[in-house]
T-cell receptor, first 111, second 115 residues
């Protein structure tokens, strides 16, 4: 059973701080890693994906992947109240299987 | 304007009734997926299809049925056998189901309520 684990939160950070969201996965063969943002009552939207070990930056967002330790994280710099949402981690393992989603971490940015 | 559309936005089901949720995409994606989300919970996979006229059960397929007669359409029927259907239903699609093209994009969702 492939598993993707996230702390459910809520994670509360002050406006302007760095929010750090973490995700661990069980299948060492996983190769693709995705972060989605879901506002309350809305559908998930893709923030970014990462395939290689290390960091990948996109604006205020940085995804970090460490395959040896089987974790992927998302850093949000200069957090804004509009970043308050649930963040879903998703992992893909080769072999014709759909993405496996974590249950999400709820982030609250306090103004 | 490319994307995934789901209809209706809200759907009410009576006891013993089958209802069908629509999902259409014009992204020319081969793979399509249906998820169920309960309040405060993650996404649970119901069915997925990687090619026309073929689909596979996900983790919670009981009480649901699907068809994939056209590439752009993947309707989900919630049958009377699904005893607790109240949830937020999300349709997604990806270029392919594998080979580095698994990035999924979601429709706006349908909220199903039982009367």
């Amino acid at each position: 059973q492939k598993e993707v684990e996230q702390n459910s939160g809520p994670l509360s950070v002050p406006e302007g701080a760095i929010a750090s969201l973490n995700c661990t996965y069980s299948d060492r063969g996983s190769q693709s890693f995705f972060w989605y943002r879901q506002y309350s009552g809305k559908s998930p939207e893709l923030i970014m994906f990462i395939y290689s070990n290390g960091d990948k930056e996109d604006g205020r967002f940085t995804a970090q992947l460490n395959k040896a330790s089987q974790y992927v994280s998302l850093l949000i710099r200069d957090s804004q109240p509009s970043d308050s949402a649930t963040y879903l981690c998703a992992v893909n393992t080769p072999g014709n299987t759909p993405l496996v989603f974590g249950k999400g971490t709820r982030l609250s940015v306090i103004a | 304007d490319g994307g995934i559309t789901q209809s209706p936005k809200y759907l009410f089901r009576k006891e013993g009734q089958n209802v069908t949720l629509s999902c259409e995409q014009n992204l020319n994606h081969d793979a399509m997926y249906w998820y169920r989300q309960d309040p405060g919970q993650g996404l649970r996979l119901i069915y997925y299809s990687q090619i026309v006229n073929d689909f596979q059960k996900g983790d919670i397929a009981e009480g649901y049925s699907v068809s994939r007669e056209k590439k752009e359409s993947f309707p989900l029927t919630v049958t009377s056998a699904q005893k607790n259907p109240t949830a937020f239903y999300l349709c997604a699609s990806s270029i392919a189901g594998t080979g580095g093209q698994e990035t999924q994009y979601f429709g706006p969702g349908t909220r199903l309520l039982v009367l």
